[in-house]
């Protein structure tokens, strides 16, 4: 649990007792009526560490704590080495964006030819060894979707350009080659792209929302939700090879070069 979480928030019943005296007031006798006051004056309380715990809090909280506890603390699978997230390309990026190239044409009702997520988004490495529940949402604490994209050869050739100005991102379905900043070889699946072909990318919904200052292209283009989160759709892929005995693995491939 991070250092924001173990913060010390005003307690429920305090708040509930506050609402109360408001809702009263503004009742009056049965007539609405306006409150006028002066002279107010305001004073800042910290809610942090200082202030000590409630008990009758701590105690109502116990049991939904240890049942999450035992939920979080759930080994879901086992990784063969340590995977890490890194520019341009490292194990964990390859492994989520294959897992969501995978997922996407199991869900979509046409093939989908490249994946990709951002590093912002992937917040922790996966350790060598056993997998918790937990770690897999400190790797993927948000609740983004993954979602399927229209997108023409030039967008996709625009894209890859975008990544390279990032200096690399989560990939999968495409290959690419940048000298001296510019690109100079980008394939998908391996074939030479075609600027009139229509292309299907799978991404999340935050990277695909219009307006963004990076990946500009990906809030440009049609996109179907596929109803799974990118991080339910990572836990499902970790107990899928663990029911099948196998530890997940990745392995740097030279997708991103840059020379």
């Known amino acids: 649990m991070n250092k924001f979480m173990r913060k010390k928030r005003l307690p429920f019943w305090i708040f509930l007792f506050l609402l109360n005296i408001i809702a009263w007031q503004c009742a009056g006798t049965g007539s609405s009526r306006l409150i ?19 008990i009758l809090v701590e105690n109502l909280i116990i049991p939904y704590r240890q049942q999450l506890n035992q939920t979080m603390n759930k080994i879901i699978g086992y990784a063969e080495k340590e995977l890490r997230k890194g520019r341009p390309e490292a194990p964990l990026n390859n492994f989520i964006a294959e897992l969501m190239l995978k997922r996407a044409n199991a869900e979509y009702s046409k093939k989908v030819h490249i994946a990709i997520t951002n590093l912002g988004g992937i917040r922790a490495s996966i350790p060598k060894g056993p997998i918790t529940l937990g770690k897999i949402y ?34 999968a379905g495409m290959r690419l080659t940048f000298r001296n900043g510019q690109l100079i070889t980008l394939t998908v699946q391996g ?3 075609d600027p009139e072909e229509i292309y299907y990318v799978v991404t999340t919904d935050f990277l695909s929302n219009p307006g ?13 939700f596929l109803g799974v989160l990118i991080r339910d759709a990572i836990i499902d892929e970790i107990r ?15 997708r991103i070069v840059f020379e």
């Open 138 to 171: 400190e790797v993927m604490p948000f609740e983004n979707e993954l979602v399927v994209l229209e997108m023409t050869g030039e967008q996709v050739i625009t894209l890859a350009k975008q990544i390279g100005e990032r200096n690399g991102e989560a990939i």
């Open 212 to 224: 963004r200052s990076s990946l500009q292209v990906l809030g440009q283009a049609k996109r179907d």
């Open 240 to 254: 899928q090879a663990q029911s099948r005995g196998n530890p997940i693995t990745a392995e740097v491939d030279g």
């Open 36 to 54: 006028l006051t002066e002279n107010l004056t305001s004073t800042n309380l910290a809610i942090d560490s200082t202030i000590s715990n409630d």
């Open 191 to 193: 074939e030479k792209v």
